[in-house]
Structures are given as structure tokens and as C-alpha cells.
């Protein structure tokens, strides 16, 4: 199986700071990378897929670059709105499988 | 607009079964792949399998394999997921989400749906 690990586990930013979150796959993944945002009670919203593709919707201060086994997300200038849990998602095309990694809780400061 | 809409809470005794539908809406049903996720109080997110609502085809995370059943009814747009011999550390939501196997991302959510498992 294959371990998708974040970093940091939490992270504070005052609003309008940027803010990187890394996932790092225990082996490649290619660019099978998708990026999600949690608030409390809320489902999983879909971000950025393909590594790097802001899905509809999404506004541009959300990026995603990597392949292989090094990912980032960055939130250029932090909003009230974007105070989250923050979650990257790889498949595998062989044996067929999907992992989260452990996500990570963006603060107020 | 897709809609994926989730049966509601449910309270299990240890040992016992339970059965989580998603009724979907707003797309072509057959065109798209139904997965699972769930998520323990206070927890990451856990991806337990998804189905093919084309063909009925399944894959299951290992760790629930042997107790855990997804199936899809046609007829109605709706998929179902069966856990077995609950356990206390069963207790979290449960997920239904929307597939792209084009671009392996969920899409759409449904709200999810707690299952506690307590005696």
C-alpha cells in the first residue's frame, strides 16, 4: 500500500500569510494527486487534482505542484473562509487503490 | 445539479450489520464509479473500496476485505455499502463519493452519514 504522509500536521498563519502543506508518497505516484478541503461537519471539497489543476470553482490563490513522490499546496493569501483540514489523495492504478494522507489543520495565528 | 444523497444515522450493537445508501441524481449513473470513505471522530479520511455503477465491478481496501459489500441498483440511481461484525472502532461517517476514473479525484460528496457502534 502505498503511505501518503503530510506535513505539518497543523499549521498556523495569520489571514492574508501564504501557506504550504506537503504530501510525500512512499513511492511514485505519478501526478494521480488530488488536493481536498474539510471544515468541521462538512464533506471533503475537492481542490486540485492532476498535481497541479485547480478544479471548477476553486479560486487562484489555491496551487498545486509535484510528481513522483513530492507534492505541495499553496495558499498564496490566506482567507477567513480557508481555516481548514487539508487532505492530498493518491491512486494506484496496480493493485487498484486509494490512500489519504493524515491531513493537515490550517490554524488562525 | 449531481446530487448524492445519504441514508441517515444509525446506531449498531457490537457484532451486528449495517447498510448505507447514496442515492444519486443529476448525471448518468452507469457513466461513473461510486467509492467509500469514512471517517472517524476526530480522524483522517479512509478509503474502504468503491463499485463500477457500469458493471458491478468492486475493489475493496484490504482491510476491509471479507467484511464489507458494495453494490449499485440501477433502477433507482442509488448505491449501497454493507458493513459486517461491527466493532467499536467502526464507529465514524460514512462517505459516498463520485469517481472520476478519468482524472482519479472525487468530485461530488455526499453528506455522509454516522454510524455508532456501541453495545
Known amino acids: 500500500e502505498i503511505v501518503m504522509t503530510q506535513s505539518p500536521a497543523s499549521l498556523s498563519v495569520s489571514p492574508g500569510e501564504r501557506a504550504t502543506v506537503s504530501c510525500r508518497a512512499s513511492q511514485s505516484v505519478s501526478s494521480n494527486l488530488a488536493w481536498y478541503q474539510q471544515k468541521p461537519g462538512q464533506a471533503p471539497r475537492l481542490l486540485i487534482y492532476g498535481a497541479s489543476t485547480r478544479a471548477i470553482g476553486i479560486p487562484g490563490r489555491f496551487s498545486g505542484s509535484g510528481s513522483g513522490t513530492d507534492f505541495t499546496l499553496t495558499i498564496s493569501s490566506l482567507q477567513s473562509e480557508d481555516f481548514a483540514v487539508y487532505y492530498c489523495q493518491q491512486y494506484n492504478n496496480w493493485p487498484p487503490a486509494l490512500t489519504f494522507g493524515g491531513g493537515t489543520k490550517v490554524e488562525i495565528k | 445539479q449531481v446530487q448524492l444523497v445519504q441514508s441517515g444515522a444509525e446506531v449498531k450493537k457490537p457484532g451486528a450489520s449495517v447498510k448505507v445508501s447514496c442515492k444519486t441524481s443529476?448525471?448518468?449513473?452507469?457513466?461513473?464509479?461510486i467509492s467509500w470513505v469514512r471517517q472517524a471522530p476526530g480522524q483522517g479520511l479512509e478509503w474502504m473500496g468503491w463499485?463500477?455503477?457500469?458493471?458491478?465491478?468492486?475493489d475493496y481496501a484490504q482491510k476491509f476485505q471479507g467484511r464489507v459489500t458494495m453494490t449499485t441498483e440501477t433502477s433507482t440511481t442509488t448505491a449501497y455499502m454493507e458493513l459486517r461484525s461491527l466493532r467499536s472502532d467502526d464507529t465514524a461517517v460514512y462517505y459516498c463519493a463520485r469517481f472520476s476514473s478519468a482524472y482519479y479525484f472525487f468530485d461530488y460528496w455526499g453528506r455522509g452519514t454516522l454510524v455508532t457502534v456501541s453495545s
Open positions: 463499485i463500477s455503477a457500469h458493471n458491478g465491478n468492486t
Open positions: 443529476g448525471y448518468t449513473f452507469s457513466n461513473y464509479i
